[in-house]
């Protein structure tokens, strides 16, 4: 693993933008650093694999949480809302983390090609240590980046081999179940991307049952068994993630924000931020710049 933490260290160090997040010219790739630790990070994560490769971060999702640190996978493999917070880091010894964003088409090719079976259900959030082949495999995928002429021609094999060994080892049961075709959890993503495309427009179940080509009866059930929220649950909690964002990171005020991603009416815009994130938009994004500027 100090291989890989060095390859991780290299990158975010060179890279890394205000909030310590390094994008990679790797679809769906990045790094992260922090110096310090975080304040709570509200989010409906994607389908991905974080490694930890020094600090410590504790993600919450409902009752459940888990506390993973060096040497330790965190599997995400649906659309769910978490509440994350790095707990370990400082400047002499920052935390960094992988994180890969699961290609759910090229787990059901190699699931096929594997002739694993499906298990049956599994926990959405897990953690595990982290398996040698996927740590040697991600440290090979990201020395590419210091090749660059080499992108083109082996990004997409170490893409795939990464995900193979992810599928062979430990958290293949879950992953599995991502490319499993016309199962519930690829149809449920397929609605789940609509929502994140188009969180402002206004949309009924009956569409997104549509898209996911079930009754709206069986897709509404489906839907929170898979990411625990109910489709306007989850459309709401993607706006008010993205009207914090906007007013923390772009200045915008809490009405500008409510209309922006699809509110008409801003007292309810406020109590439903105030039921998310604990208090009324305004004192929330106040406190929160006062914690980043003490960090």
Request: charged residues 20%.
């Amino acid at each position: 693993m100090n291989d890989l933490l060095d390859a991780v260290r290299r990158h975010a160090n060179a890279q890394a933008d205000a909030h310590g997040i390094a994008r990679t010219p790797i679809p769906g790739l990045t790094t992260v650093r922090a110096t310090a630790p975080s304040g709570l990070v509200y989010a409906i994560s994607r389908p991905l694999v974080a490694l930890v490769v020094q600090g410590r971060k504790q993600v919450t999702l409902g009752a459940q949480a888990l506390d993973f640190s060096a040497g330790e996978s965190l599997l995400i493999t649906a659309d769910v809302p978490t509440v994350s917070q790095i707990t370990r880091a400082t400047l002499a010894a920052p935390y960094y983390s992988l994180v890969l964003e699961l290609d759910a088409a090229l787990i059901a090719e190699l699931a096929g090609q594997m002739q694993a079976a499906t298990a049956g259900k599994v926990a959405p959030v897990r953690m595990l240590p982290t398996d040698a082949e996927v740590a040697s495999a991600a440290l090979r995928l990201l020395r590419l980046l210091e090749r660059p002429e080499a992108l083109p021609v082996l990004q997409a094999t170490l893409l795939r081999e990464v995900h193979y060994w992810l599928l062979a080892g430990r958290h293949g049961a879950a992953i599995r179940q991502l490319g499993w075709p016309g199962g519930h959890a690829e149809r449920i993503g397929r609605a789940a991307a609509l929502l994140r495309a188009e969180f402002s427009k206004p949309w009924g179940v009956k569409q997104l049952a549509d898209v996911a080509g079930m009754s709206a009866s069986a897709f509404h059930r489906h839907f929170r068994a898979t990411t625990s929220l109910s489709p306007l649950q989850f459309q709401k909690q993607l706006r008010l993630i993205e009207a914090r964002r906007l007013m923390l990171a772009e200045g915008l005020s809490a009405s500008s924000a409510a209309f922006t991603v699809g509110y008409e009416s801003v007292p309810q815009f406020t109590r439903e931020y105030g039921r998310l994130f604990g208090q009324p938009p305004v004192r929330d994004v106040a406190a929160a710049r006062l914690s980043a500027q003490a960090a």
